[in-house]
C-alpha cells in the first residue's frame, strides 16, 4: 500500500505540473514565438535531465538502429508537440489545450488499433465515442471574446497530441530495450536540438524572441526545469512503482490544473460545457485504461 501511495503521489505531481504548463505557456506565448519558447523549455529540460542521471544515462549503450529510430520519434515528440501545442495556445484558451491534451489516451489506442498493435473492442469503440462527445460538447462553446480563433488554436493543439500518442505506441519497444529515463532524455535532447536549428532559420531567438523580463524568465524555468525534466522523471517513477493503468488515471489532473490556471492567470471562465466535456473525457479514460495492456502513456 505504501508503494501505491508514493507512486500515485509521483504520478499526481507530475500531471499537475504537466498541467500548469499549458496555462504558463498561455500566459507568455504572445511576448515569443512557437519555436524559441519550446527549444527553450526543452532544451532546459534536457540539460537538467542529463546533469542529474548522468551516472545512469552513460551506462545504456543504444544500438545504432535504435539511434536513428529515438531520434526520428524525438523529433515527433519533443519537437512536433510542443512547437503545435505553443502554435494552439496563441489562438485557444488553456481549458481548451487542457481538455485536448486529456485525450491523449484515446488518441494513443487508435493509433495502436491502426498499427495493428492492439486489437479493437467494443469497450474501446465505446470509449472513444464517449471522449470524442465530451470534446465536441466541450469545444463547441463561443470564445468570440477572449479567443476568436480558439477553432484553429484547438485543430494545432490536436495535431501535437497525435505526436505525443504516436511516440506513446512506436517508442514502447525502445522504453523495454533501454528504460523510460534515458529513452526520454536522449528523445527531449534531439527534440529540443531539432528546434533549436529550426528557430534559427525560420524566428529570432537571439535578437528578439527571447528578450523577456524577470519574470517572464522565471516562467520560461518553470516551465523548463519542473515542467519538462522532474515532470518526465515523477511519471517513470510513478511508473517504476504501480501500473499503467493506476497511473493513467491521474491524467485528468492535468486538464484540471490547466482549466483552473486558466482562470486564475488568464480570467478564463469555465462554462457548463467546459465540465460535462471533461466529465465525459475522464470517464472514458476510465474505460478505456480498464481494458488495455500496459502502456506508459507520456504525460508531456
Not at 18 to 27: F, I, P, Y
Not at 39 to 52: E, N, P, Q
Not at 102 to 107: D, F, Y
Not at 131 to 145: C, D, F, N, P
Request: overall charge positive; some cysteine.
Amino acid at each position: 500500500m505504501r508503494t501505491v501511495i508514493i507512486g500515485l503521489s509521483f504520478a499526481c505531481l507530475s500531471t499537475i505540473l504537466g498541467g500548469t504548463t499549458v496555462a504558463l505557456t498561455r500566459l507568455i506565448i504572445h511576448q515569443t514565438d512557437p519555436l524559441s519558447l519550446s527549444f527553450t523549455r526543452y532544451g532546459m529540460g534536457a540539460i537538467a535531465l542529463l546533469v542529474f542521471l548522468y551516472p545512469t544515462i552513460k551506462q545504456k549503450h543504444f544500438l545504432r538502429q535504435d539511434v536513428i529510430g529515438m531520434a526520428a520519434l524525438g523529433m515527433v515528440m519533443f519537437s512536433g508537440f510542443p512547437y503545435f501545442m505553443a502554435l494552439g495556445l496563441e489562438h485557444t484558451t488553456a481549458a481548451h489545450g487542457g481538455l485536448i491534451f486529456s485525450t491523449m489516451p484515446l488518441m494513443t489506442l487508435i493509433i495502436a488499433v491502426a498499427v495493428g498493435v492492439e486489437r479493437f473492442t467494443g469497450i474501446k469503440l465505446a470509449a472513444v465515442a464517449l471522449g470524442i462527445t465530451g470534446i465536441v460538447i466541450a469545444l463547441g462553446e463561443q470564445l468570440e471574446t477572449i479567443a476568436p480563433n480558439a477553432l484553429q488554436g484547438d485543430i494545432y493543439f490536436f495535431i501535437g497530441v497525435m505526436g505525443t500518442a504516436t511516440f506513446n505506441v512506436f517508442s514502447r519497444r525502445y522504453i523495454a530495450r533501454y528504460g523510460s529515463l534515458p529513452v526520454l532524455t536522449y528523445t527531449m535532447a534531439v527534440g529540443s536540438l531539432f528546434m533549436f536549428v529550426l528557430a534559427l532559420f525560420l524566428e529570432h531567438p537571439f535578437s528578439g524572441s527571447l528578450d523577456f523580463g524577470a519574470k517572464s524568465w522565471a516562467v520560461v524555468v518553470w516551465l523548463g526545469v519542473p515542467g519538462a525534466a522532474l515532470m518526465v522523471y515523477l511519471w517513470c517513477r510513478a511508473l517504476a512503482l504501480i501500473s499503467p493503468t493506476q497511473v493513467s488515471i491521474t491524467i485528468g489532473l492535468n486538464t484540471l490544473t490547466a482549466m483552473l490556471g486558466g482562470v486564475w492567470l488568464m480570467d478564463e471562465t469555465l462554462s457548463l460545457r467546459i465540465w460535462i466535456g471533461f466529465a465525459l473525457i475522464l470517464a472514458a479514460i476510465a474505460l478505456v485504461s480498464l481494458h488495455r495492456p500496459k502502456i506508459t502513456d507520456s504525460p508531456v
